[in-house]
DNA sequence: TAGGCCATGTAACCGGTTACATGATTAG
DNA sequence: CTAATCATGTAACCGGTTACATGGCCTA
């Protein structure tokens, strides 16, 4: 998916500047299933306005910079449901942790440690992230992605904390490998 | 992380060539967590025997082209170890399906449905292949993360299948904007 | 007074994909 | 006879990130 169409989803559900919209990425809902940067928002911004799927307007704010907040226009909500109706790609996943789990024997029970406890304790952290999302929100749509989210990254956790011994017990025990690089 | 390192990742379960790595990355676990194009196989594995991080054979075989068999070297093997020590990134997720469905109402109930029936269709293909996985593999760290993937998804199906019903009522009733992008 | 937040933007870079080129063999 | 599988590789392209530039305000 490019960024227009995302930067279009974002504008649907509300106003907002490329300031905000990055921030709407890193702690709104979004969070889980995109990523941008400045970088690629501001110019994007910038295209979007000037194929008129969104409009901008200056605001000036006191002790603060100026900011360009912008709106979808009714073009660009046309095209953005365009967009909608085309079926979904399947989701992408990359993990580095399950690479490391399945060497699990070329590292030493330090490292596989340290991973697996920094993972349950980010796991614990999204649940009640997303917790707080869906009492904060009463859009029927965002809260059915939020239930989502949440029996998903609940069973993660679950099978985290009963299988961490068994993944802990795979760590090399040949040391000369494992310590050398640490 | 770098195609780099899931090579040398690939590599460290045994001798391949390009076209077989990229195999391993569409049919293997590795399926699940990872995704490379001949485009940088290849030159990636030009540049890991130049570093001396892997060597190469060919090998003819008849009735089929010759293929260069690709193996890990202990430098290589030191290198990957080294690269698995540093603490792993956060999983990288990306999901149209969710923008879709956190969007449910702009679209119609057509579109919802056949992105959730399909969703819920591969989901079952993904399970029914990591079962497979499992059972055709007795590497204890590669059915640890089978196992996981198992847990994973079959607490997605579940919930898919419970709440379909639910996102499916959230469709659009306003056929102005939907119908008008089918 | 240092660091963090607010705020916008650009340019260089890069990792990786797409599409193309080539060609033999085998299965339907 | 066509399509698929096996097999390797290159070049153009592109989406997106990183790092940089700028600067005022607020908090510790």
Known sequence: MNIQTLILGILNF??????????QSIEGAFRYFVDISYGSIYPTLSKLEADKLVSCRAETQSGKPDKKVYSITDAGR?????????PPAFDKFKSEFLLLAMCAELTSRKTIQR???ERIAEMEEMLAHIQDLR???????????TNYGLHIKSADLEFLRNNRDSLLALAGTDTT???AAE
């Open 14 to 23: 509300g106003d907002a500047s490329g300031y905000e919209i990055k921030k």
């Open 115 to 117: 991973a697996i406890d």
């Open 78 to 86: 046309t095209e953005f449901v365009r967009m909608l109706h085309q």
């Open 177 to 179: 490998l494992a310590e």
């Open 135 to 145: 009492s904060e929100c009463d859009h029927p749509a965002t809260q059915w992605i």
